[in-house]
């Protein structure tokens, strides 16, 4: 099993996207790179800590890519608006890709040099590529929200070849 993080925005239909993808075995929610330990959804939501809101991602790398996880990730979210995703605003609700290893980091980069020179998006894709760091896992109340209310996602992924 291998991990992947993603930030795109409020982390509750972005866990939900990638927890129905067959080959992720685990999702999780929770906040990375910013400068408290511990940090609580409040605390994050002052936008004055640095934390990301992100889902990590446990996956089978025998029965889905880490390229077809970036492609899902960045079909899922405006990657072109920075600090911000719809109505969301603040920069725990940036778009970001944490990656574990070097390859990660390789594929992550070369994708997202790709998507922007191919005019799928109108404007330059500002996702930070960036290692990953402390994970830290959000409240038990935001994991698996829209599954554990029978909702569905609010995200309505877009095709990204």
């Given at each position: 099993?291998?991990?992947?993080?993603?930030?795109?925005?409020?982390?509750?239909?972005?866990?939900?996207?990638?927890?129905?993808?067959?080959?992720?075995?685990?999702?999780?929610?929770?906040?990375?790179?910013?400068?408290?330990?511990?940090?609580?959804?409040?605390?994050?939501?002052?936008?004055?800590?640095?934390?990301?809101?992100?889902?990590?991602?446990?996956?089978?790398?025998?029965?889905?890519s880490y390229e077809q996880l970036l492609?899902?990730?960045?079909?899922?979210?405006?990657?072109?608006?920075?600090?911000?995703?719809?109505?969301?605003?603040?920069?725990?609700?940036r778009s970001g890709v944490y990656y574990?290893?070097?390859?990660?980091?390789?594929?992550?980069?070369?994708?997202?040099?790709?998507?922007?020179?191919?005019?799928?998006?109108?404007?330059?894709?500002?996702?930070?590529?960036?290692?990953?760091?402390?994970?830290?896992?959000?409240?038990?109340?935001?994991?698996?929200?829209?599954?554990?209310?029978?909702?569905?996602?609010?995200?309505?992924?877009?095709?990204?070849?």
């Amino acid at each position: 099993m291998e991990k992947a993080t993603f930030g795109a925005g409020c982390f509750w239909g972005v866990e939900e996207t990638f927890r129905k993808v067959p080959g992720v075995t685990e999702t999780a929610v929770g906040y990375m790179g910013g400068t408290l330990d511990s940090p609580t959804y409040e605390d994050v939501c002052t936008d004055e800590t640095g934390h990301a809101e992100v889902v990590e991602v446990t996956y089978d790398p025998e029965d889905v890519s880490y390229e077809q996880l970036l492609k899902i990730f960045w079909g899922l979210h405006d990657p072109t608006t920075l600090n911000r995703q719809g109505p969301d605003i603040g920069t725990q609700y940036r778009s970001g890709v944490y990656y574990h290893n070097k390859e990660q980091q390789e594929k992550a980069t070369s994708l997202k040099t790709k998507l922007d020179t191919s005019g799928h998006f109108k404007h330059p894709i500002v996702t930070e590529i960036e290692p990953a760091k402390t994970f830290w896992r959000a409240e038990e109340y935001h994991q698996k929200y829209f599954q554990r209310r029978g909702l569905p996602s609010c995200h309505i992924p877009q095709p990204i070849d």
